[in-house]
Each structure stands twice: as structure tokens, then as C-alpha cells.
């Protein structure tokens, strides 16, 4: 286990208890987010941190999957606002902590953010594909 | 580096060269290919090469990150069909090379695809945001 996927862990349970402190703890200060989708960015721990606790909804997240090397993590979210369901998929790099040094030193320094949304199939494939 | 990562790396190599051998042999035979945002399924080796091969347009493929640790890998991908750009995220599952025997034996035996489209910033937040 890397110390960077513990720093996720991290940051996704404090997300979700909306502990925005032990949440700013696992970011680096010079944290840069980027939305590729919207082609937006936000740089910085405080205005990142700011987003968040001013995100709207009554949101939940749930972690389906995480995979992480050292210096890279990514997660797979299920993400609730209210009725709607959404999948949330984020790059994370950062620092591990150095062996033999106290863990849980490990800072996020960059997340990317993926939200994908449904869509129907496009046509003359459904020889091959079933439907779930 | 695991196997499984060097397994995905020629996944992808051979799908943007249309070498179809090449690219069935990275895949267990029972592999199961998910698209979540359609609720697809394709189940086998045979039906996921013939939907790969008979895929429209002529898209090409670039690896922009790859991430591992053993038995899973995650791809981000630059995705173009002709003039048209996506992003693609892929989560593999499978085996990796058992140690002490030689490398390449290693097969994908899950593949989950989410594709994310382009789409206008909620307004809101744009005192945090950058465009780019």
C-alpha cells in the first residue's frame, strides 16, 4: 500500500463528513484541480477547499474503486446528489512519505476530475452487446 | 512496473496498429467489457475483438496516463475520430506474470470503459475557476 491511496482515503472520507479541515490537511498548498470537461482549474488549497464546502446538493460519495503507485492514484466514485446517481473518476499525484519517516505525511498535489454521463448506444452493435 | 500494466500497454498498441492478434492475445478468454454510461455488456474474447475491429470512424489513440499496482491498471486516453477529440478512462483487471516464470503471460480479464463529454460549467463558481 502506498501512502499517497492512505491521503485519498483520506480526503474522500473527510469530503463526505464535510470535515473540511482534516480535508485541507491532505493537500498540498500549491494543489492544482482541473476539470477537463469544462476546461476549468482552480489552483491553491484555500480556493479548492473553498469549492468544495460550497459545492451544492446534499452530495454522497461512495469509493467503488481505487488503484494507486507511488505518486498516482486513481478513484472511481459513486457519487448521490438527492435522487441522482453519477460516476466521478479523479487522477490524483502527489508525495508519498519518505520510508522511515512518520506516515500520513503524504500531500495531494494534483487532481483531475472525470464525471461521465449516461448515453444511449449508438446504433448496430447490439449483435455483440447485452444491455444491464 | 507489473506485468499487467506492460500486458495493457500492448492492449492499446495493438488496437491503434488494427493488429487483432496482437491485441487477443492480451485477453482472457472469458474477458467482460462494461460501459457503464449505456449499460453495455460484451462477454468473450471473440465478441470484444470483433467490436474493437469493427469500430467506425478512424479513430486513433494516445495513452496520456497509465496507473498500476498489481491486477488492476487505469489508462486515460486522448481519443480523436477524425476531427472529433475525447477523453476515454479505462479500469483493467487481470492477471499479472507469477514471478520466476517469464513475463507476458499476463492477461486482462476485465475492462469497465467511461467516456466523458464536454459540457458547460455551472454557473456559481466562477470566482474560484479558470478557464483554459
Redesign the interface.
Do not use: C
Given at each position: 500500500m502506498t501512502d499517497l491511496r492512505k491521503t485519498v482515503e483520506r480526503f474522500w472520507a473527510a469530503a463526505e463528513a464535510r470535515d473540511w479541515d482534516a480535508f485541507a490537511g491532505t493537500l498540498a498548498e500549491d494543489v492544482v484541480y482541473t476539470?477537463?470537461?469544462?476546461?476549468?482549474?482552480?489552483?491553491g488549497r484555500e480556493?479548492?477547499v473553498?469549492?468544495n464546502r460550497?459545492y451544492?446538493g446534499d452530495w454522497h460519495l461512495r469509493v467503488e474503486?481505487i488503484?494507486?503507485?507511488p505518486g498516482?492514484?486513481?478513484t472511481?466514485l459513486h457519487f448521490t446528489v438527492g435522487l441522482e446517481e453519477m460516476?466521478g473518476?479523479s487522477?490524483f499525484t502527489g508525495t508519498d512519505t519518505p520510508s522511515g519517516t512518520d506516515t500520513g505525511t503524504g500531500r495531494i498535489t494534483s487532481i483531475t476530475d472525470?464525471?461521465?454521463?449516461?448515453?444511449?448506444?449508438p446504433a448496430?452493435?447490439d449483435h455483440?452487446?447485452?444491455?444491464?
Amino acid at each position: 500500500m502506498t501512502d499517497l491511496r492512505k491521503t485519498v482515503e483520506r480526503f474522500w472520507a473527510a469530503a463526505e463528513a464535510r470535515d473540511w479541515d482534516a480535508f485541507a490537511g491532505t493537500l498540498a498548498e500549491d494543489v492544482v484541480y482541473t476539470l477537463p470537461q469544462t476546461r476549468e482549474q482552480i489552483s491553491g488549497r484555500e480556493r479548492y477547499v473553498q469549492f468544495n464546502r460550497e459545492y451544492p446538493g446534499d452530495w454522497h460519495l461512495r469509493v467503488e474503486r481505487i488503484v494507486a503507485e507511488p505518486g498516482q492514484v486513481v478513484t472511481w466514485l459513486h457519487f448521490t446528489v438527492g435522487l441522482e446517481e453519477m460516476y466521478g473518476i479523479s487522477f490524483f499525484t502527489g508525495t508519498d512519505t519518505p520510508s522511515g519517516t512518520d506516515t500520513g505525511t503524504g500531500r495531494i498535489t494534483s487532481i483531475t476530475d472525470f464525471w461521465p454521463e449516461p448515453y444511449e448506444p449508438p446504433a448496430g452493435r447490439d449483435h455483440l452487446t447485452e444491455r444491464y
